[in-house]
């Protein structure tokens, strides 16, 4: 058995207990009585040091050692390769970390989560504010084990965004920033008014969940290796290629959560249903990295399914399943409405163009409060300084702003630019997916995505993890990421809906 | 910390991964897409390999070997000293089977499934002949292993029911045989004709699910620690006493499956949803054997979920969910219907009554078989031969004898005398539950089990496996298994029923 055999062997077990992990977090979110919490949590915490103890042990770095040695000189875009770099970078920031942090960590997110629970409820900043503090000091002993040569924020950055620095980001967020106001701007100015109220509505779940199978299987994500599940909390998870999974949540009287939020998680769902099959039971067979799923996301929630060709096409099986909420509308109608846009206070309720402001707002705000050049209880004024300069609102709060989300009861800064990032790969990959291949803009225009489904699974998805999200943009657009195809698509769309 | 806590926290491990397993099927059975299948195996084969690692492992028979020595003395009937007696008896049992049978026990298995699938399709014999020479070869070796003092069938059945013997079950079954046939001849002389075409109707899937969970209700299942699911192959299965489910399947026109399946799974997952909250996380907590699971299913299947006192309570809401099918009819109507007995080929369509005679059959050529009594070529006229006795009819083709069940794909003989283990079980506990509390019976005749529930969960849920059956059985009901009380209840209900 050659070394790499040995590792390989190692690997496949080791990724098989992380999807029986990833199983167990599926079937807890859909289908566990509640009062199965614990001892599920007790499984959950068994697999995970488990998994640890096997990927972080002497043997496990003498096995990657042995059969990078055995492969010198592989082609670098090889299966092999990709998969030597992955495993050492895994392994060499695993072992990073003391036992004792992974511990604190999680008691100290756990309280946190409660403090942030009840200051979100009673409006009250002051009951998170030491638990904040506290989270904020784990992301720089966090930065502190990594290490890092520029800026702190850097390493945690790099969790979730592999090889990118900070001021890269710095420099793409502070290039679109500076070109989105004024478009926001000038839409705020526009006469256009869009009516978005026939998306708020009766719309019967059992129609809903038959319409969001339906738009699933329009935008190209594949049922029999998928599956969808109701949650709360709506996630794509995958256990193979084979079995990547959709959760849906369903509102009574909006449409859009379950309509978008079922695309967005399908372009999720679809990343890793495209992913090569010889990358099975390793670690390269997901997503390259947050932002690049995020891209795959946003480009089937937004890019595709608030087109207008997707919605000329697929109207009319909506208003044929809802005559008594769409019966008088038009496809024009609803394309209009589910594109208005606004200066709103939450994230997760803004529209596609204004949702960059409060991603850039948390990703300055995350990189003040870890170099220590703002005081967590400074953060409240702080953020409502940062919208009414983005977005020209104040929130009436803390509830509605620095407190509305779950992401700072844990040590994960980092994270959040890639949503943005998401956007701007998103659109960077569309347009050179239309240049390459006009048909797929002629299809796309004919409300399908065969085409592009096709692009994507050649140029980005069959990769999986193989190449980073730095050299996988390069490698496919031919440059680095910015946010220039971006705004050339918002500024003609927006531009169009609003006469600009 | 002490030996015992050594050994509690790696059997905390060990349970947790089980679980994790169960939850593995669980998903696959009521989730998963088809095309995961491999996957799902592959992650389900690298679990149970890490566990019977973990498990057979030097170390952890020492750790339980120190526990023990330092818990000498302890009472018999505490969590402790039960679980080390457990803890002992599964690791010299895993410790005796050599890791290259398990393999090939796995492999003749795939194939021997393959092949019964066809002769069952083809309904000829001979494809599955020399598969199930291998499979009895198999079970051969499998004793050989085990080891065994008088009867190779000795540990085959061991494995379902502990301690129990061979020739303790060819008793009790000759016993049952013995006065079972001469009813059924009775009944067959009977001039009371039950027809049973009100089941065979029209009956909707939504409101089955409906009443499914109605019923299970009244029966005591708690869905508080449950979930229901959808599967071809029904089955309850529990990953922690707070999260016991089960599964049905619903055929639109035909209401027993999903009806007395539920019941079935029911009694099942009651089980697990009783015991002890201090046996979490150890083997202790599940049901002590296969026939003492049985017991509990069908006794909510049968004794109370075939009562009289049970469908004059509920045969209304079921009347006023389905008024095209049952508003003619009465709540004793559907008592006799459900309770039409006569003989038939096909075990799992078999009354509580005629079903043990499907059981003794199988009992009786496992046997024959096994000891070489029985060359397996001859066994499809062995079965028509008991099949006439017992019966008093002879299946018209092989696919409706001995080819019907798939138990036979695989070694695991001594599996199916549980089934009639259960009923007998089931009869016996009734009858001291009555006993020992009149109000249960009062209850009963209402349709209520409050009272039989508390009774089950205090002498028998809550000990899990703490207990072998035999033990069990003489604690709660003073005596050794008998036939006796499964006679007298089957006499005085089908007495009644067909005016013997």
């Known amino acids: 058995m050659s070394s790499f055999d040995q590792l390989i062997t190692h690997v496949h077990e080791l990724d098989d207990l992380g999807k029986a992990s990833a199983v167990l977090y599926w079937d807890r979110e859909v289908n566990m009585p509640h009062a199965g919490m614990a001892e599920r949590i007790a499984q959950m915490t068994t697999l995970s040091s488990l998994i640890h103890r096997m990927s972080t042990s002497d043997e496990m770095g003498e096995m990657i050692e042995r059969a990078a040695a055995e492969l010198d000189g592989t082609d670098y875009d090889s299966r092999e390769a990709a998969l030597i770099r992955v495993l050492r970078r895994h392994y060499a920031d695993a072992r990073k970390l003391p036992a004792d942090y992974v511990t604190r960590s999680s008691q100290v997110s756990g309280r946190a989560h409660e403090a942030w629970v009840k200051a979100r409820a009673e409006n009250d900043f002051t009951h998170f504010q030491p638990w904040l503090e506290q989270v904020v000091a784990l992301c720089q002993e966090l930065a502190g084990y990594y290490g890092y040569e520029d800026e702190a924020y850097d390493p945690l950055l790099d969790k979730y965004e592999t090889d990118m620095k900070t001021a890269e980001v710095r420099a793409i967020f502070d290039a679109l920033k500076a070109d989105l106001v004024p478009l926001r701007e000038a839409i705020d100015r526009s006469p256009v008014q869009i009516d978005d109220s026939i998306l708020h509505q009766p719309y019967d779940v059992a129609k809903q969940k038959e319409y969001a199978r339906y738009a699933a299987t329009a935008l190209g994500y594949d049922f029999n290796r998928g599956h969808l599940g109701t949650v709360v909390h709506p996630f794509a998870t995958s256990f193979s290629r084979n079995d990547a999974r959709i959760t849906t949540r369903w509102y009574p009287d909006f449409i859009n959560p379950s309509l978008f939020g079922t695309l967005h998680e399908c372009g999720h769902a679809m990343y890793e249903q495209g992913t090569g099959a010889e990358l099975a039971r390793t670690p390269l067979a997901r997503g390259t990295s947050s932002g690049i799923h995020e891209s795959q996301s946003r480009m089937m929630e937004n890019l595709v399914g608030r087109s207008r060709g997707f919605w000329q096409a697929h109207f009319p099986a909506l208003q044929a399943l809802f005559p008594e909420a769409l019966g008088d509308s038009t496809a024009d109608d609803f394309y209009?409405?589910?594109?208005?846009?606004?200066?709103?206070?939450?994230?997760?309720?803004?529209?596609?163009?204004?949702?960059?402001?409060?991603?850039?707002?948390?990703?300055?705000?995350?990189?003040?409060?870890?170099?220590?050049?703002?005081?967590?209880?400074?953060?409240?004024?702080?953020?409502?300084?940062?919208?009414?300069?983005?977005?020209?609102?104040?929130?009436?709060?803390?509830?509605?702003?620095?407190?509305?989300?779950?992401?700072?009861?844990?040590?994960?800064?980092?994270?959040f630019p890639t949503y943005a990032l998401g956007n701007l790969y998103a659109a960077q990959f569309m347009e050179t997916a239309v240049a390459q291949n006009p048909a797929i803009a002629d299809e796309l225009a004919q409300g399908q995505t065969t085409a592009l489904l096709a692009w994507l699974r050649q140029n980005i998805h069959r990769h999986g993890r193989k190449f980073t999200p730095g050299e996988l943009v390069q490698r496919v657009t031919g440059q680095p990421l910015s946010h220039a195809a971006f705004m050339r698509y918002a500024t003609a769309k927006f531009g169009e809906l609003y006469d600009l």
């Not at 707002?361 to 940062?386: H, S």
């Open 336 to 415: 209009r409405a589910i594109n208005k846009t606004q200066p709103s206070f939450i994230r997760v309720e803004a529209d596609e163009l204004t949702y960059n402001f409060h991603i850039i707002l948390r990703f300055e705000l995350e990189q003040a409060m870890l170099n220590g050049d703002l005081a967590v209880a400074d953060l409240p004024a702080a953020w409502n300084d940062k919208m009414q300069a983005m977005l020209g609102v104040t929130p009436p709060n803390d509830s509605q702003g620095c407190l509305q989300d779950v992401h700072w009861t844990r040590p994960g800064f980092g994270y």
